[in-house]
């Protein structure tokens, strides 16, 4: 990933996200060095919305991804606080602490591999292409990557990754999993909500060890409980 000049754009979400939110391929840095541990901020917008509608008003307008070398919290916000999730992500485990709390009421799910299958809902790539150009984001030099799916309905998914940030194969919980290096501009699509998050500043520095932790007043649910949460709360934004 490349270092900044000087978002999300947090969940991320995202990141998020995004997750909403989140690889290990742009160019050369702005500045020498790579960055291990800070925060990267993404601007989110909803590309099939109104953006003067009335449900857009409700949509996060940010998110944030929170990272060390070998951990993530992608964190988003919409409905003025009303709704927030966070998914923590342990690389080493391959496990991901999803939280959502909406209307007072927290849950949290641990997610292995398997369940993530049902969260990402997303078809198996038939190639991922590279192809030559660059793009500046956040003030990192980034590369370009095409994800071309095996069915042939699906349209292709362009991303925008940075090899600056100096993190364990960043992407393994996502549908972005190929792509070898941080994402900093992308699109995901949730409950049928497609969101749009591009990196809008990355801020290096120590980051509190707690961020990396299940949060303490959050129930534990299954994958299924959380998920039908999910669907409830975001699939009357999606219709």
């Known amino acids: 990933m490349c270092m900044r000049t000087s978002f999300l754009r947090s969940s991320t979400l995202p990141a998020i996200l995004g997750i909403l939110l989140l690889a290990s391929g742009c160019g050369s840095s702005l500045f020498s060095g790579r960055v291990s541990e800070g925060v990267i901020e993404y601007g989110v917008t909803f590309p099939d919305m109104d953006p003067d509608g009335l449900r857009a008003g409700m949509l996060p307008d940010k998110s944030t991804l929170s990272f060390v070398r070998e951990h993530q919290s992608m964190d988003l ?47 198996p790539t ?10 500046t984001i956040a003030g990192y030099v980034c590369k370009k990557a095409v994800l071309v799916y095996e069915d042939i309905d699906r349209p292709e998914t362009e991303v ?22 941080v994402l900093m501009r992308y699109e995901v699509v949730q409950h049928n909500i497609r969101m749009r998050l591009e990196a809008v500043s990355i ?31 975001l699939g009357t934004y999606g219709n």
């Open 126 to 135: 038939m190639a991922v292409l590279f192809p030559p150009g660059t793009d």
């Open 160 to 181: 925008w990754y940075t090899d600056a940030i100096d993190m364990d194969n960043p992407n393994w919980f996502s549908p972005f999993s190929e792509i070898p290096g």
């Open 203 to 233: 801020k290096s520095g120590a980051v509190d060890a707690a961020t990396f932790a299940v949060r303490p007043d959050h129930e534990g649910v299954t994958p299924d409980a959380l998920y039908q949460q999910l669907d409830e709360v």
């Open 77 to 123: 916000s919409a409905g003025m606080g009303v709704f927030r999730t966070s998914m923590v992500i342990n690389t080493p485990s391959k496990l991901v602490d999803y939280h959502m709390s909406v209307m007072g009421k927290n849950l949290v799910a641990e997610l292995h591999p398997s369940h993530l299958l049902s969260f990402n809902k997303t078809p």
